[in-house]
């Protein structure tokens, strides 16, 4: 029961941080600051992603222990379907995570607005329908 109302609980954080980026990518010609924003609120979307299919996946009877094996399971579980782009975002993730490249800042964001935002929002959607029944 737990499981349950943590999963929601999270996905509702997950929901917020979403918001944020879909708002932030409104910017169409951002400056060096502006995309800096852009992937931050990449990054606590994608983390919350990965925590709420991990709390969905643990509910359902797996042990989840690291966003690669959260997306892998949900893959398997087909939660998500574009398995390969996930664990680049969580690639591209890690590494806007630790350091700062602004030609790699350029394409992450690019990657940003054209793949791992629709990923992301796909799953949102996804999992918002499985919290409403």
Known sequence: MQEDIRWIQRLSN????????????EITSPSEVERAGIIQF?????????KTLKDY??????????P??????AF??????????WIQ???DRNLTVHTYDEQKALEV????????????????IRLS?????
Do not use: V
């Open 68 to 73: 690669r094996q959260a997306i892998k399971q």
């Open 42 to 50: 990449y990054e606590m979307s994608f983390e919350l992603s990965w």
């Open 89 to 91: 975002a969580l690639t």
């Open 57 to 66: 996946l643990q509910m359902q009877g797996f042990d989840i222990a690291s």
């Open 109 to 124: 964001e690019k990657a940003i607005r054209n793949i791992y935002y629709p990923l992301i929002d796909k799953l949102l």
């Open 14 to 25: 997950f929901k917020r941080a979403f918001n944020l980026l879909s708002s932030s990518l």
């Open 129 to 133: 329908c499985e919290a409403q029944l």
């Open 76 to 85: 398997q579980a087909g939660i998500i379907d574009d398995g390969h782009e």
